[in-house]
């Protein structure tokens, strides 16, 4: 069963442009909602998280939109660059959660190319 | 970087045969964690642990075992690898429930032929 559906599963976007990528949760006990940015042949890194006490979050050029209702939540990247190219990963998790039951579940990821 | 280091970077070994990789960390933080990533189906957690000889299995455990011994390593094992297994196998660690936030190491390709 997959708890975090992503799409697109790639996305082509020309400099300048604005990259949508949307996740849709199906546990509603998750409250947290990160997005990790991966360069080929790295490892995944936090990029921007959020939780669902707000529906958006903005940090430079990258911004989480969060719809509870919905449960779906959104990385925007305005004024795309071709630095921006890599694959994106949403995730989700309950926060702070410890001992035997916390686990991170990661959407399929998206593979975004912004062209010069 | 987060202080995380894999071991071997890269691997090709032989349907059959045992196979360890290591992650060593130098943060000193007590959640380690284990994925898989292939074409499609994004990181999947193998396993997880949460202190020193407390482990716990992800969704992909099948096949894969795991040892902490010491706060600073995590090792995995394939106690008889598969073609299946080939896959490139990240390392994280986290600091639970002060942070959610987990890093990543390099990753290792590991090619099981």
């Known amino acids: 069963q997959q708890q975090v559906k992503q799409s697109p599963q790639s996305l082509i976007v020309q400099k300048g442009g604005i990259s949508i990528i949307n996740c849709a949760y199906e546990?509603?006990?998750?409250?947290?909602f990160p997005w990790y940015q991966q360069f080929p042949g790295k490892g995944p890194a936090l990029l921007i998280a959020?939780?669902?006490?707000?529906s958006e979050k903005k940090e430079g050029r990258f911004t989480i939109s969060f719809n509870k209702s919905a449960k779906q939540f959104s990385l925007h990247i305005m004024d795309s660059q071709p630095g921006d190219s890599a694959t994106y990963f949403c995730a989700a998790s309950m926060y702070g959660a410890g001992g035997s039951n916390y686990k991170l579940t990661f959407g399929k990821g998206t593979l975004l190319t912004v062209n010069p | 970087d987060a202080g995380i280091t894999q071991s071997p970077r890269h691997k090709v070994t032989e349907t059959g045969t045992p196979v360890t990789l290591r992650c060593h960390q130098t943060e000193n933080h007590r959640y380690m964690y284990w994925y898989r990533q292939d074409p499609g189906h994004g990181l999947r957690l193998i396993h997880y642990s949460y202190g020193v000889k407390d482990t716990d299995k992800g969704e992909v455990s099948d096949g894969y075992s795991v040892s902490r011994s010491k706060t600073e390593d995590f090792l995995l094992t394939l106690e008889s690898a598969t073609s299946s297994q080939t896959s490139v196998y990240f390392c994280?660690?986290?600091?639970?429930?002060?942070?959610?936030?987990?890093?990543f190491g390099p990753g290792t390709r590991l090619t099981v032929l």
């Open positions: 546990n509603t006990a998750f409250d947290y």
């Open positions: 994280a660690i986290s600091e639970l429930p002060t942070s959610n936030e987990q890093f």
């Open positions: 959020i939780r669902p006490d707000v």
